[in-house]
């Protein structure tokens, strides 16, 4: 719980204009959240491997790969190595300590919204052309061309240019009539041409992953759990501060 101090510290962070300024450009909340975040995770620390590792993940993500490279990226991004090692290490930061807080609710959470945390793997491919679609489904339910082959030639979305793979994804992300085609699925099984949204849909599920409660689920769920307090916690504090230093 923030003190009425760090409320304090907070708006003094701008002019009067300027904060009135932000608030009526709606982006007032976003900053208080994130000051407070900061602010609770200022005392906690990060095991020396774990920042390391951290770091080196992001470099190689960056294919950056020698300290000419490093210094090109944070003249190009306005960021000095300090605020680079920061934003890198925040992430581990923050579930670090809502696993602290927090992992004694996550299983209550995980039970309560397993289906959200259902994983799959899918093929798919998808066209404007009922005929064609229908022409795709028979090539390959014979066997005569692959659904990789055919996805990466005739499918119209973004999954051509994965062979028509998809995921793994969370399956609560799929639109709703493709995730009721998905649940009555079997691994392997190619489902006939449908209809969703304008598309002739051909799909195929490859893999489902039935949502465990490890170590990685854990630190989501409390993340999550942590965010969603501390959002509720500096709304409520921030109006407080509107209606104290905003003159209506």
Known sequence: ME???DVLEFYNLFSPKGFSFLNEIGILPSI????????????VEIE???????LKDFLYGKSIQNKEQLD?????????????????LRPLLVDKLAVKLYSKNAHERFISNRAELETVIYSLI???????????????????SSFSDLAAKYSEGNERSTLGVVGPTPMSK??????KV??????GELRR????????????????????????????LCRNLFLEDLRKESASLLNELIRDKIKT
């Open 174 to 179: 799929a639109h709703p009539n493709l995730i």
């Open 126 to 144: 998808r066209t404007k052309s009922r005929s064609l679609s229908l022409e795709l489904f028979f090539q390959i339910e014979e066997s005569e």
């Open 48 to 54: 020396k491997d774990l920042a390391e590792k951290a």
């Open 182 to 187: 998905l649940r009555s699925s079997e691994e």
């Open 72 to 88: 090109q990226y944070l003249s190009s991004n306005h960021q000095t190595l300090e605020n680079l090692h920061k934003s890198i």
């Open 32 to 43: 208080f959240e994130q000051y407070f975040i900061d602010k609770r995770i200022a005392m």
């Open 3 to 5: 003190s009425q101090d």
């Open 193 to 220: 041409p449908f209809q969703l949204e304008g598309w002739w849909v051909i799909v195929r599920l490859e893999k489902y992953i039935k949502p465990e409660f490890n170590d990685e689920v854990c630190a989501l």
